[in-house]
C-alpha cells in the first residue's frame, strides 16, 4: 500500500517568513495529494490540492508543487501570519478516471509555530 | 445543509464493550470513509465505502465494521473495545463524480468522535 512521509514534524518560523513542509510517497499510481489544515480540537480541513498532471498551484499565500519523477510534493507557506499556527497534513491518493478511488493516506502531520 | 454529522461528540467505555460511532451527510457524496487519528500518527483510514452496498478495508480494520445500506449514513461499529482503540474518529465524506469535471476533491470531515476505553 501507499506510505507517506512527512517533515519537519515541527516547525517555528518568525512572522512574516516562509514556511516549507514536505513529503514524499511511494505509490507511483497515486495521482491526487491534498493539504489539510487542523486547528486544536477541530477537524481537518482542506486548504490546497495538487493533481499530478499539474506541477504547481497556488492560492493566495499557500502553494503545493509535485515532482512525479522523484515522488515528492511540497507545501509553500509565504508572509506566515499568526493564524497560520496549526498542524498540516499531506496526503496522497489514487482516483481513476471511473470515478473510483482508495482511501487517502496522510502524512503524520507537521506542527507549524509562528513566533510573534 | 448539515454537511457531515458525527455522534457522539464523547465516549467512554468499558473494555469489551460494543457500540456504534454514526456518521451521516446531506450532500450527496457517494465516498464516505473512518479515520482513527492518535499524537504522533496522523490520521489512518480504518474502512472506506464509495457507495450503498460497498465497503472495504482500509489501514487499520481490525476490531472495527463498517455497513454502507444507505448513501447518507456510514456507522462505524466496535465490536469487543480495546484500550487500543482509544482514539478520535473522524468520519469524511467526498463527491466522486467532480473527479471528472474538476481538479476538486477534498473531503469533508466530521467533527469527530473522541473515544475512550477504560
Known amino acids: 500500500g501507499e506510505n507517506v512521509e512527512q517533515h519537519p514534524s515541527t516547525l517555528s518560523v518568525q512572522e512574516g517568513d516562509s514556511a516549507v513542509i514536505k513529503c514524499t510517497y511511494s505509490d507511483s499510481a497515486s495521482n491526487y495529494f491534498p493539504w489539510y489544515k487542523q486547528e486544536l480540537g477541530k477537524r481537518p480541513q482542506l486548504i490546497i490540492d495538487i493533481r499530478s498532471n499539474v506541477g504547481e498551484k497556488k492560492d493566495q499565500r499557500i502553494a503545493v508543487t509535485l515532482n512525479k519523477t522523484a515522488k515528492h510534493f511540497s507545501l509553500h507557506i509565504t508572509e506566515t501570519q499568526p493564524e497560520d499556527s496549526a498542524v498540516y497534513f499531506c496526503?496522497?491518493?489514487?482516483?481513476?478516471?471511473?470515478?473510483?478511488?482508495?482511501?487517502?493516506?496522510f502524512g503524520k502531520g507537521t506542527h507549524l509555530i509562528i513566533q510573534p | 445543509n448539515a454537511g457531515v454529522t458525527q455522534t457522539p461528540k464523547f465516549q467512554v467505555l468499558k473494555t469489551g464493550q460494543s457500540m456504534t460511532l454514526q456518521c451521516a451527510q446531506d450532500m450527496n457524496h457517494e465516498y464516505m470513509s473512518w479515520y482513527r487519528q492518535d499524537p504522533g500518527m496522523g490520521l489512518r483510514l480504518i474502512h472506506y465505502?464509495?457507495?450503498?452496498?460497498?465497503?472495504d478495508q482500509g489501514e487499520v480494520p481490525n476490531g472495527y465494521n463498517v455497513s454502507r445500506s444507505t448513501t447518507e449514513d456510514f456507522p462505524l461499529r466496535l465490536l469487543s473495545a480495546a484500550p487500543s482503540q482509544t482514539s478520535v474518529y473522524f468520519c469524511?465524506?467526498?463527491?466522486?463524480?467532480?473527479?471528472?469535471?474538476?481538479?476538486?476533491?477534498?473531503?469533508?470531515f466530521g467533527s469527530g468522535t473522541r473515544l475512550t476505553v477504560v
Open positions: 496526503a496522497a491518493s489514487m482516483v481513476d478516471s471511473g470515478g473510483g478511488a482508495d482511501g487517502l493516506t
Open positions: 469524511a465524506s467526498s463527491n466522486l463524480r467532480r473527479i471528472r469535471r474538476t481538479a476538486v476533491y477534498g473531503y469533508t
Open positions: 465505502s464509495v457507495g450503498a452496498g460497498i465497503t
